[in-house]
Every structure is written in C-alpha cells, then in structure tokens.
C-alpha cells in the first residue's frame, strides 16, 4: 500500500487525488512503491507437543492383567492410587494368606486363594471399564478414548 507524502499514513492507489486522511492534494509520488508484505516464515514450533489421550481398551487390558499391581492407574498417570492399589493387593494377599497358612493347612496354596480373588477382582473390575459407558478420565484430566 502508498502511504501520503504529506501525513504519511497508509493510503490505497486509488486515491491519488485527495488523502482521505488529512485532504493533501495529489498524495501520491509519481514514483511510489507498495511495500511487499509477504514473508516466508519457517516452520512454526510448537514449545510443547500435542497430548494423546489414553486408550480404554488399554486401561482395561492393563487391570485384567496386571491390575493387582495397579498398572491400569500408573497407566493413567494417577501414581498415587496405583501405589496404594499395589500395597492394597499385597496386604490382602499376605494378611488372608498368613491367615490360611496358620489357622488351616500349613500349605503355600493358601497364599493362592487370595491371590485368584484379587486377580479375579481385577479381571471383573477392567471386564466392567470396558463395557460400561462411564466416561474415565486421565491424570490430566482427557477423556479416554
């Protein structure tokens, strides 16, 4: 765009007559250039990268198999609950089976009895994130996929 040689405010070509600005005749130099206003910029970087959301089908597959070492949680990113869920199955696996072992049979299978109930509980726990329809969030808060 020209600008007016008298006020020298932006003008277009087509008023080379009178500036509609400040009303100078004939604003325009005989000679005038318009300023290249195109730029090539490089690629733009983003300072952070775009968050995945995380997987349900994943979430699920994670507590039926490894859910009583609370990988589904550490897979959401809730550290926390995944430690307690952790300690949880190992207090309820070693209290109940300390309690078999001393008060029924002196056998290693009585530490297998709480063990299928923990895992079983997972099984049905990621059995019921998969099909239900409850939206589940991640540690920052996304909708699981």
Do not use: W
Not at 22 to 31: A, I, R, S, T, Y
Not at 88 to 98: C, P, V, W
Not at 108 to 137: D, E, R
């Amino acid at each position: 765009m020209p600008y007016c040689k008298y006020c020298h405010r932006e003008i277009t070509r087509f008023d080379s007559d009178i500036c509609p600005h400040c009303g100078g005749k004939k604003p325009l130099e005989d000679n005038y250039r318009t300023m290249d206003v195109t730029q090539t910029l490089s690629g733009v970087k983003l300072e952070g990268e775009l968050y995945r959301s995380k997987s349900r089908k994943t979430f699920a597959l994670l507590c039926c198999l490894a859910g009583y070492a609370g990988a589904h949680s550490f897979y959401l990113g809730k550290n926390l609950r995944g430690a307690i869920e952790l300690l949880a199955s190992a207090l309820i696996i070693g209290g109940l089976g300390s309690l078999l072992y001393f008060a029924a049979a002196k056998s290693f299978l009585c530490y297998l009895i709480p063990a299928l109930l923990v895992v079983l509980f997972y099984v049905a726990a990621g059995v019921f994130y998969l099909f239900n329809g409850q939206s589940l969030k991640d540690g920052h808060g996304e909708l699981l996929r």
